[in-house]
T-cell receptor, first 116, second 109 residues
Framework: DAGVIQSPRHEVTEMGQEVTLRCKPI?????LFWYRQTMMRGLELLIY????????DSGMPEDRFSAKMPNASFSTLKIQPSEPRDSAVYFC??????????????FGEGSRLTVL | KNEVEQSPQNLTAQEGEFITINCSYS?????LHWLQQHPGGGIVSLFM???GKKKHGRLIATINIQEKHSSLHITASHPRDSAVYIC???????????FGQGTRLTINP
């Protein structure tokens, strides 16, 4: 199995630009999560989907952040406009339903975002 | 106070030493996870525990539900074990994981 695939691995952009991060979950996984990792705050859940439907977006920091999951094999996390404080590593993770009751997750390699 | 506290925050040891990383939590949980993150790399799930002990190779994870405490042990440590180890818990009745701040382990040859 290919695992969770994220792109881009690295993104450097200027403040005010739009950033789009992409994720392909493991086939057959019904849950998809977006996490942000910073030195100060560690790992934080931003949003998660079940069967392509957003279930909990309470971790999305503000309206500049949006996430979509148009189908079972693709999700995007968009930041518009980006700010330097958005610099972080963004992880996508997926989970199959039979294991979700205890929360086992399969993580992608992460997308490292730097906003100048 | 964080719901999940790890100790130590940083640990440096010599190759071959026995390593212990601790995780304490303050809420009722349905499961506890130990994750590993290598520098610049992704996150790998090492263990998922709800009781007792699990072993995989040189790694052992234990949990004491009554004391709300878990430990991750590494026997015969090796430089390739150098990574950040993260404890995460799933609160009873909740869907989200709550993460500790991580323990940065460095094993010197």
């Amino acid at each position: 199995d290919a695992g969770v695939i994220q792109s881009p691995r690295h993104e450097v952009t200027e403040m005010g630009q739009e950033v789009t991060l992409r994720c392909k979950p493991i086939s057959g996984h019904d849950y998809l999560f977006w996490y942000r990792q910073t030195m100060m705050r560690g790992l934080e859940l931003l949003i998660y989907f079940n069967n392509n439907v957003p279930i909990d977006d309470s971790g999305m920091p503000e309206d500049r952040f949006s996430a979509k999951m148009p189908n079972a094999s693709f999700s995007t996390l968009k930041i518009q406009p980006s700010e330097p404080r958005d610099s972080a590593v963004y992880f996508c993770a997926s989970s199959p339903p039979r294991r979700f009751s205890t929360g086992e997750l399969f993580f992608g390699e992460g997308s490292r975002l730097t906003v100048l | 106070k964080n719901e999940v506290e790890q100790s130590p925050q940083n640990l440096t040891a010599q190759e071959g030493e026995f390593i212990t990383i601790n995780c304490s939590y303050s809420v009722g949980i349905s499961a506890l996870h130990w994750l590993q993150q290598h520098p610049g790399g992704g996150i790998v799930s090492l263990f998922m525990l709800s009781s007792g002990k699990k072993k995989h190779g040189r790694l052992i994870a234990t949990i004491n539900i009554q004391e709300k405490h878990s430990s991750l042990h590494i026997t015969a440590s090796h430089p390739r074990d150098s990574a950040v180890y993260i404890c995460a818990v799933r609160r009873t009745g909740a869907q989200k994981l709550v993460f500790g701040q991580g323990t940065r382990l460095t094993i010197n040859p």
